[in-house]
């Protein structure tokens, strides 16, 4: 075992490893540096050709200083890209952000983007996500790897690599150990003895401090803050970091230990929070109560947040105080975060909270140190600003300290160690402290180095959980150890529910007499250093759960029903040989709908279909094959069947439509005879027809070869038999499964990589969808949520157009967010215009009505009501204390002769009279004119007038406007 450190060995950023084991050669990481080193931003990947060329590469998670270079790779390679769901969900986000960026600077500074749009795009296509704790096998199984949760951010994996005969290994990527708001802590799985560990010391030498402590702090200084009357800005990483403040804020708000201000949501924060709220599996108990609760927790209607989609409003809402602001990036380098600060920093009632790692060389590393000192000037982008704010570091890392890497690499058993991830203190420091703790070997590598380390002669783990000998027995005597237990528990309950140390001794097999104080203080003091796979409840500390992974992958009564996902995967791994041409596979846990990717779908159907039926009754999942035949082999194939000794140039072109594939040769004929059997091979494997042409003749293999023809046209009912002759009738081959499989699925994309389609056609327009998401009533179809659904419809077109693209159903969500029209509504409303009370939505209406003390610029009404209207498709109407709003009676209005003639539609009529209905609210206010003591003449809203009227009403709301005839008339 070989490996290479390409990248962020001694540094954090730019991680890579180039792996060799069992002979093959795997990609770790490609991340890029957000501080350039030597003016290089990647890794160390040009000696990657040198090295033989990478055959996959796997992902430990999507933050860019692991994620970043990928599409560099794949201008030049195209393989597998190894990944979590999660991450490549999160990954589609970031590279297409980074490429915006790019863009951005190549038009400002002259800069050469590091990628293309079309090399994302291969990224995302060559991704095949995995599940937590599926081991997948590479290269006919001389490779196993695993992928276990990592905890640091949602999907984020630690790897464990087998090599056959060539020892394992363990890469961290970025390891976080305690829960966090949103990811559940660390489990380590048993068993696992990895010879190598790599892992990441980015907090080396330090010791976080407790966090519910600092959240309470943070907390508490944001209190402070807002009672001040001032905004606290929190940089933070988009993905991870600010999820958690969101969410630490947001329940602080209600549960009122803060007064309730706008949390104002910038950067590409806002996009990785729709991610966050996709994935409620993954998520703790805490956080999966909310997203049910809510669907998205981080937006909801009424809730506090504000996401800032229009970026010309970012200087507004900058001005807004009180309020509370989290932006990335989290080391105010990029993005919005530096422009809040510049707004910020000048003004003593404001407050710059640091919640993260903060790189040397970094504006926020600079903002800590002027603080300490006391005052100064600090670089903002172009701007230097005068540091008068207050600023606190609030430790809320996703990173594990020294305290805790020990622990990790204790739990590993390993004696041999390598230390990336972290600045030179750092691994000095923590490469001192394993060597304390008896690891035979610390490495730190540094860039370009290469290490080479031989197998310790000992067996190769096997499987997760088979072997047991090393968890803790709970009695001396008993043969059951603590999985056995774990195992015999949920048989014998069927359910996963909280347990006794009491409860665990007599099923351990204890006697009444035998549990005395003593003994149970004894397996106490055991269970603090391992109760696996017994888990402490957090709040009754006396209580010990079984931890999910484990019931996860054992079969257990909890699987009566639908099965779990990964007991499914590892079901479909183990039936469908690698020849069956399956290359991956994706789960809808919401669905329950598993998609499985062969590389010839019709013909996975006629082979397996029966087998997949099977499985779907006995799993309750429902199992489909993915439409879209993998090209790259169906080119592949066609090569084969030409023997290399007719030594002719040949060109594959694919006809998707027709599954027909053409051979041309350079040379003229060979006898087709001879390949005759090969013909047939391609075609029953693919089921594809074949047709080979070469100069000046041409030969149809599908004459030779009626039956795969006729099979053709038996399926493809539209098309035409009397097309070709066809030398003999054969059997018709019956599949219905396949027909209708056909007709529902034909050309659909793959869900993730329809959102991406749909990510990037918004990508330039002024409005993007605030939500996207998979609904599986009736027919599945995606929905777009936007600020209100009038809005959507403008994008009609774009709609129409990306239905045909991706081959789903797109639907507007009906919806209307009054909260954030409201925001947008208050945000243009100009500060001296003082607005008196929250302004009032009018659903039905379309109309938001603002009561300001005096309108300044009268000639601006106009403006604002534009661009209210451009961004909610609601109208603006401002009424001042002059001209109030007040209920009067209906009979006191007096309609102008002029209006008497109007004619309503009907329809319309009735449709507001029943909204008005539904609804309770009243209609919004009529302009009327007093004309003399409790008089009014009618201005505008006559149709008001009428659906209340018939609706029973004696009141209506008006505006009582000073306008004179003349101004009516005109
Ligand atoms: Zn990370
Ligand atoms: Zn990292």
Redesign the pocket.
């Known amino acids: 075992m070989k490996v290479h450190f390409l990248g962020g060995s001694d540094e954090v950023g730019a991680s890579s490893l180039f792996v060799e084991i069992a002979n093959h050669r795997i990609l770790v990481d490609c991340g890029i540096r957000m501080k350039d080193r030597e003016g290089e931003i990647l890794p160390k990947i040009n000696i990657i050709d040198e090295l033989g060329g990478v055959e996959t590469v796997l992902l ?4 860019l ?2 994620s970043g270079g990928l599409p560099v790779i794949y201008q030049k390679y195209n393989v597998p890209l190894y990944l979590t769901a999660p991450t490549l969900a999160i990954i589609s986000i970031m590279l297409l952000d980074a490429l915006k960026v790019m863009e951005m600077e190549k038009t400002k500074e002259d800069e050469i983007p590091l990628y293309t749009l079309q090399e994302v795009e291969k990224v995302i296509a060559a991704a095949r996500p995995i599940p937590f704790g599926v081991t997948t096998e590479l290269f006919g199984g001389d490779v196993r790897f695993t992928f276990y949760s990592a905890s ?2 949602l999907g ?1 994996a630690f790897i464990i690599i087998e090599g056959k005969d060539d020892g394992v290994l363990m890469i961290s ?2 390891i976080s150990y305690v829960d966090q708001v949103s990811i559940p802590g660390l489990v380590i799985p048993p068993k696992i003895k990895p010879d190598l560990v790599i892992i ?1 010391s980015t907090y080396g030498g330090r010791v976080h401090a407790d966090r519910n402590e600092q959240i309470e702090k943070l907390v508490e200084q944001t209190g402070e803050v807002l009672k001040r009357s001032g905004s606290i800005l929190f940089p933070s ?1 988009a ?2 970091r600010a999820q958690e403040i969101i969410l630490i804020l947001s329940d602080a708000i209600e549960k009122k230990k803060i007064p309730l201000v706008p949390i104002l949501v910038d950067g590409l924060v806002k996009n990785i929070c729709q991610v966050y709220s996709s994935y409620p599996d993954l998520m703790t108990p805490w956080l999966k109560k909310r997203i049910r609760k809510y669907g998205n927790p981080f937006f909801y209607d009424d809730g506090p947040t504000i996401p800032i989609w229009e970026y010309k409003k970012r200087e507004v809402y900058a001005k807004m105080r009180p309020s509370i602001i989290v932006s990335s990036s989290g080391m105010l380098s990029g993005g919005p975060s530096p422009l809040y600060a510049q707004e910020l920093a000048g003004d003593k009632r404001n407050f710059i909270a640091i919640t993260g790692y903060q790189d040397e060389e970094s504006p926020g590393r600079k903002l800590q140190q002027l603080a300490q000192e006391g005052k100064g000037m600090l670089q903002l982008g172009e701007k230097s600003v005068s540091l008068e704010c207050g600023v606190g570091t609030y430790s809320l890392s ?2 594990a300290d020294t305290e805790q890497l020990g622990n990790i690499i204790q739990s590993f058993g390993a004696k041999r160690v390598a230390l990336v991830h972290g600045d030179h203190g750092a691994r000095e420091f923590l490469s001192f402290a394993m060597e304390e703790k008896g690891v035979k070997e610390v490495f730190q590598p540094v860039l370009g180095e290469e290490l080479v380390f031989n197998k310790r002669g000992r067996k190769r783990t096997k499987s997760v959980l088979a072997e047991t000998e090393n968890t803790p027995k709970i009695k001396k005597h008993t043969d059951l150890n603590l999985v056995e237990l774990a195992e015999e528990l949920l048989y014998k309950d069927g359910v996963n529910r909280p347990y006794t140390i009491q409860e665990i001794m007599v099923a351990g097999g204890y006697s009444y007499e035998e549990i005395t104080e003593q003994e149970i203080e004894r397996i106490r003091k055991m269970f603090a250093i391992n109760s696996y796979p017994f888990k402490q409840d957090k709040k009754k500390k006396f209580l010990y759960r079984i931890v999910p992974q484990f019931y996860g992958t054992k079969s257990s009564p909890e699987q009566v029903g639908v099965w779990e996902q990964n007991k499914l995967a590892n079901r479909i791994q183990e039936i469908f040989p690698e020849k069956s041409g399956i290359y991956r596979h994706s789960f809808d846990s919401a669905s329950k709908t598993m998609t499985l990717f062969f590389c010839f779908p019709k013909k996975a159907w006629e082979v397996y279909g029966e087998i997949i039926k099977a499985i779907e009754e006995e799993s309750l999942w429902k199992i489909q094959i993915s439409p879209t035949v993998h090209q790259e082999s169906l080119i592949q194939e066609a090569n084969k069947v030409i023997p290399e000794s007719w030594q002719t140039e040949k060109k594959v072109s694919l006809y998707m439509q027709e599954e027909k594939v053409i051979l041309s040769l350079s040379k003229n004929p060979f006898s087709l005879e001879e390949i005759q059997a090969e013909i047939a091979e391609f075609q029953n494997r693919t089921g594809f027809t074949l047709e080979v042409i070469s100069k000046g003749n041409t030969m149809l293999a599908g004459q030779l070869l009626a039956a795969p023809v006729k099979q053709e046209n038996a399926i493809q009912k539209e098309k035409k038999t009397e097309e070709k002759p066809i030398a003999q009738k054969p059997e018709p081959v019956k599949q219905p499964e396949l027909l209708s499989f056909k007709a529902k699925q034909s050309k659909q994309m793959e869900i993730n990589q329809a959102f991406f389609t749909i990510k990037k056609r918004f990508m330039y327009e002024p409005h993007q969808p605030l939500k996207t998401s998979l609904r599986n009533e009736g027919t599945p179809y995606i929905e777009l949520i936007f600020v209100t659904n009038q809005l959507g419809e403008r994008y009609q077109e774009a709609i129409s157009g990306l239905e045909k693209e991706t081959g789903w159903q797109l639907r507007i969500k009906k919806h209307c967010d009054q909260f954030r029209i409201k925001e947008i509504a208050k945000s243009l409303i100009p500060k001296d215009w003082e607005l008196l009370k929250e302004p009032a939505v009018y659903l039905n209406d379309l109309n938001i009505v603002a009561c300001v003390k005096n309108i300044i610029k009268p000639e601006s009404l106009e403006e604002l009501d534009r661009q209210l209207y451009d961004q909610t498709a609601f109208h603006l109407k401002i009424v001042t204390l002059q001209n109030p709003i007040m209920e009067i009676r209906i009979d006191s209005i007096k309609v102008p002769n002029y209006m008497k003639n109007y004619v309503f539609n009907e329809e319309k009529l009735e449709k507001l009279k029943q909204a008005y209905a539904k609804s309770a609210k009243s209609p919004s206010p009529i302009e009327v004119r007093r004309i003399g003591n409790d008089q009014y003449l009618l201005i505008d809203g006559l149709k008001r007038i009428i659906a209340a009227k018939s609706l029973g009403y004696t009141t209506i709301s008006a505006q009582i406007v000073e306008k004179t005839l003349g101004d009516l008339l005109q």
Do not use: K, L, Q
């Open positions: 430990t998670h999507a933050h200083d692991h640091h951010i984020a990527g970025d990441e990483f993905v991870g996703a990173h």
